[in-house]
């Protein structure tokens, strides 16, 4: 219950924010991004979209805007990165998925997708409801539980039914809780990370092992994260394979 009530702050936090002084930064990294002209004005906004995600702040208009501001820079995987963090937030946002499928196809590192985690199969709804939706949903469907258990407590002759009607509201608010949570997990735990600059991946932790394959690893190149170590990251390479990676190549 403390970490739900954690999550649920930290959301709060993150709504009252954006009312200060983030709120006057962000606007003015949009209007450095529209009349940014060169590569290097389109990185100068996208610094000033990642300087609004200090302490922690996550939101879904920041990180998809910071996508932008790096696909206009030429930086796929910076791109990449920044849509993937944004879509938890904004599900349903057309624009992102468009401009996410457009830096996947432009970035020259680009592997095959990971297959799809059993429990996304389970959680259908987990690609239609943002995280705070989600959380809002549970707290929803779990008064109504609380309301069907009340009602069987004073009903006893209609119990049945509505002890029936509870538990499944009961489950169904354990799945909804459960998908938010993993959802909050994916978003705040770096468990991803895209190579943002050519690389030489290693079988070691050390620029002084064999290469791990037989190709440098290029901008776009997402893979799972396994181990960290030092300035150096072991992960996952759908269709390559395991290697080591330094950290000043790769963005989590």
């Known amino acids: ?73 030429g930086e796929h995987g910076r791109a990449i990165a920044a849509y993937r963090k944004a879509q938890p937030f904004r599900p349903r946002d057309p624009y992102l998925e468009a401009n996410l499928s457009q830096a996947l196809s432009a970035a020259p590192g680009r592997l095959p997708e990971s297959p799809r985690p059993w429990w996304r199969q389970i959680f259908f709804w987990r690609e239609l409801l943002s995280i705070p939706e989600k959380f809002m949903a549970a707290s929803a469907v779990g008064m109504v539980a609380l309301l069907f258990g009340l009602a069987a407590l004073k009903w006893r002759g209609a119990g049945t039914p509505l002890k029936r009607a509870a538990l499944a509201f009961v489950f169904l608010t354990f799945l909804l809780g459960l998908d938010a949570g993993l959802t909050w997990s994916e978003a705040t735990d770096h468990r991803r990370a895209v190579v943002v600059k050519e690389t030489q991946a290693r079988k070691g932790n050390s620029a002084d092992y064999q290469a791990a394959f037989d190709q440098p690893l290029k901008d776009g190149a997402e893979f799972s994260i396994l181990e960290r170590r030092g300035d150096w990251i072991f992960g996952h390479f759908e269709g390559a394979g395991d290697a080591w990676v330094p950290r000043d190549a790769v963005v989590e």
């Open 1 to 73: 219950m403390r970490v739900l009530a954690s999550i649920l702050l930290s959301i709060s936090f993150v709504a009252a924010a954006e009312g200060g002084s983030r709120e006057r930064t962000f606007i003015q990294a949009l209007e450095a991004f529209d009349h940014a002209k060169s590569p290097e004005e389109f990185r100068r906004a996208a610094e000033m979209f990642e300087s609004l995600l200090q302490d922690g702040f996550r939101n879904g208009a920041v990180y998809y805007n910071l996508g932008n501001a790096w696909m206009k820079a």
